[in-house]
């Protein structure tokens, strides 16, 4: 059997998430497809100006791409751009937004997971709402809790983590070990525990049990899109520093073997 007929092609819709120069004068993408997950990508010759085939490589947009996967990398072979969306680009504050979420995505999941199509959705609607809403916070905190469902960390939100009682309606607090809401009553003194306000807690519940229609023209004060933005950074910034560290120890297992 030859190399080439080991390699194999697919033709498919793809997010892309990350870009990077590759070479003299390719790129590395990290790109999210429906049913063969994230993956990274070589696209040849894109960062010459003659390039054709690949030249429409831009963050943040969703192309059809021909991929010859081998035994490595794959190879991006031709890419079509299908939805630009610009203001993603040409906006500073949208484009950070946009690369908040794509980042996050990208730390939260893993490599050729094939059974990609609601991340790939919500991911290609996150792209869409952040270019044209107004709420962009709305917008990343929905992703947010929609994210964390769908890879496995949804936060405990209707009973107290520490004896699953139903809360009640008071201010509360956030865990972040537990991945959850810890009550007055249980929340012991000297634990890193985060406060949450009745208000903070009720939008957080109402963004987790809602679909976007549903939410979409809520009006938030700032102070409670503040509360739910400091108590989800929190939370999804100690998820990502215990991923990073249990693939950092995977990395010196390995080294060991
Ligand atoms: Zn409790």
């Not at 590395?28 to 040849?44: E, M, S």
């Not at 831009?58 to 190879?75: K, V």
């Not at 993603?88 to 980042?103: I, M, Q, T």
């Amino acid at each position: 059997m030859t190399d080439q007929s080991r390699m194999r092609s697919i033709r498919t819709p793809a997010l892309i998430l990350k870009r990077r120069d590759f070479g003299e004068a390719d790129r590395l993408l990290t790109i999210l497809t429906p049913f063969q997950g994230k993956l990274d990508v070589i696209a040849k010759g894109a960062r010459k100006l003659t390039s054709s085939k690949t030249g429409h490589v831009e963050l943040y947009t969703r192309a059809d791409m021909l991929i010859h996967r081998g035994r490595d990398l794959g190879i991006c072979v031709q890419a079509e751009m299908t939805a630009p969306f610009l203001p993603l680009r040409e906006n500073l504050n949208r484009g950070a937004h946009a690369s908040y979420c794509a980042e996050l995505l990208d730390r939260l999941t893993a490599e050729g997971e094939t059974d990609a199509g609601a991340l790939f959705k919500l991911m290609d609607d996150t792209f869409i709402r952040l270019s044209l809403e107004d709420d962009l916070r709305l917008t990343v905190r929905f992703f947010e809790l929609r994210l964390l469902d769908l890879v496995g960390f949804r936060p405990e939100l209707l009973n107290c983590v520490v004896e699953h009682e139903p809360l009640l309606p008071e201010d509360q607090f956030f865990d972040n070990a537990s991945g959850g809401v810890v009550c007055p009553r249980h929340a012991l003194r000297g634990t890193a525990l985060v406060p949450l306000s009745m208000d903070g807690l009720k939008l957080l519940r109402h963004l987790q049990r809602s679909t976007w229609k549903q939410i979409e023209s809520l009006k938030v004060p700032p102070q409670i899109h503040e509360e739910a933005e400091r108590v989800m950074l929190g939370y999804i910034t100690h998820l990502v520093e215990r991923r990073l560290q249990s693939v950092d120890f995977i990395r010196r297992v390995r080294d060991l073997a």
